[in-house]
């Protein structure tokens, strides 16, 4: 049976700017810090022992897109200090180190933790993963491995609870059970003027797109530049790619709004509720009556 669950975002007096997100009744816990706040905090006990860190950072390639980097240590803090005194890692300004509270994390743990983040980060398709290596998950015994998914399991509510949304992809927690709409009403884009055909599925999270639409490739002056920026986006991190005339969907995508979505799909700045059809030719608001 599904539970719910408490997150404490902890913010230490002493520290300003460090934050610490505890899964309540668990051992579970996430630090999150800017890399100009590492020299203070550092000498910190709870750095020392094993982890796995996460670094994110604007990408060299696009200001639109985060550059990430996933990796494990037997001591959080030394990995940390070689990377800020070699700056290997010039694209880094956010840190969140993930442990535990009683050090039950071994390194199969971590290194499981280290390996699926990566997996996650890549297929999510969010931010720019650069590792330059996706490490093979540990050999373990069955319990071991149980152990170290339900630690990430935990981290991953920790990290969502920060804001941090490059493990997410869209369609993590949708699951399309039929055309009918088991999930979410299924809804329909057509513009003869710009040749594109769009579906997607209105959900309490937003509007999921669905891969196999289509988007205009050119904007009009009107767009804005966050939308202008979100198609850019799309772009470098292969959620859209050329097909001819347009750009094509190759995966979901899921958008807060109506109107994002049919604005970026036309390369525009448009309304959704105008925008947006149900099988029936009703427009938005129609349907939003009749829920």
Same mark, same amino acid.
């Given at each position: 049976m599904e539970a719910g669950y408490s997150i404490t975002i902890y913010f230490p007096a002493e520290h300003q700017g460090l934050r /610490?997100?505890?899964l309540t009744a668990r051992a579970t816990r996430v630090f &999150? +810090?800017?890399?100009?706040?590492?020299?203070?905090?550092?000498?910190?006990? /709870? +750095? =020392?022992?094993?982890?796995?860190?996460?670094?994110?950072? /604007?990408s060299d390639e696009s200001p639109n897109l985060t550059s990430v980097y996933i990796g494990e240590g037997d001591s959080v803090k030394d990995r940390? =200090?070689?990377?800020?005194? @070699?700056? =290997?890692?010039?694209?880094?300004?956010?840190?969140h180190v993930l442990s535990t509270v009683d050090l039950s994390m071994h390194k199969a743990h971590i290194q499981y933790i280290e390996s699926e983040l990566i997996r996650l980060a890549k297929e999510a398709k969010v931010g720019k993963v650069v590792n330059a290596t996706e490490p093979d998950s540990p050999t373990m015994m069955s319990h071991v491995r149980d152990e170290?998914?339900?630690?990430?399991? =935990? +981290?991953?509510?920790?990290? &969502?609870?920060?804001g941090i949304d490059v493990f997410n992809p869209p369609t993590r927690q949708v699951s399309v059970k039929s055309d009918a709409g088991d999930v979410g009403s299924r809804l329909f884009l057509k513009s003869e003027k710009y040749h594109v055909e769009a579906t997607c599925l209105m959900l309490p999270e937003g509007f999921l797109v669905l891969s196999g639409s289509t988007m205009r490739k050119t904007e009009t002056e009107k767009i804005p530049v966050t939308y202008r920026n979100l198609r850019q986006r799309l772009l470098e991190s292969g959620v859209?790619?050329? @097909?001819?005339?347009?750009?094509? +969907? *190759?995966? *979901?995508y899921l958008f807060k709004t109506s109107s994002a979505a049919a604005s970026v799909i036309q390369g525009s700045s448009v309304s959704g509720n105008g925008s947006w059809k149900d099988a029936n030719g009703r427009f938005l608001p129609e349907i939003l009556k009749g829920l």
């Amino acid at each position: 049976m599904e539970a719910g669950y408490s997150i404490t975002i902890y913010f230490p007096a002493e520290h300003q700017g460090l934050r /610490e997100a505890l899964l309540t009744a668990r051992a579970t816990r996430v630090f &999150a +810090f800017h890399r100009n706040l590492w020299r203070t905090i550092s000498a910190k006990r /709870e +750095f =020392d022992g094993a982890g796995v860190y996460i670094l994110l950072g /604007e990408s060299d390639e696009s200001p639109n897109l985060t550059s990430v980097y996933i990796g494990e240590g037997d001591s959080v803090k030394d990995r940390l =200090d070689a990377h800020n005194k @070699q700056n =290997d890692r010039p694209f880094w300004s956010s840190t969140h180190v993930l442990s535990t509270v009683d050090l039950s994390m071994h390194k199969a743990h971590i290194q499981y933790i280290e390996s699926e983040l990566i997996r996650l980060a890549k297929e999510a398709k969010v931010g720019k993963v650069v590792n330059a290596t996706e490490p093979d998950s540990p050999t373990m015994m069955s319990h071991v491995r149980d152990e170290a998914r339900y630690f990430l399991s =935990d +981290f991953l509510l920790c990290i &969502a609870a920060l804001g941090i949304d490059v493990f997410n992809p869209p369609t993590r927690q949708v699951s399309v059970k039929s055309d009918a709409g088991d999930v979410g009403s299924r809804l329909f884009l057509k513009s003869e003027k710009y040749h594109v055909e769009a579906t997607c599925l209105m959900l309490p999270e937003g509007f999921l797109v669905l891969s196999g639409s289509t988007m205009r490739k050119t904007e009009t002056e009107k767009i804005p530049v966050t939308y202008r920026n979100l198609r850019q986006r799309l772009l470098e991190s292969g959620v859209i790619t050329e @097909q001819g005339d347009l750009f094509r +969907f *190759d995966s *979901d995508y899921l958008f807060k709004t109506s109107s994002a979505a049919a604005s970026v799909i036309q390369g525009s700045s448009v309304s959704g509720n105008g925008s947006w059809k149900d099988a029936n030719g009703r427009f938005l608001p129609e349907i939003l009556k009749g829920l």
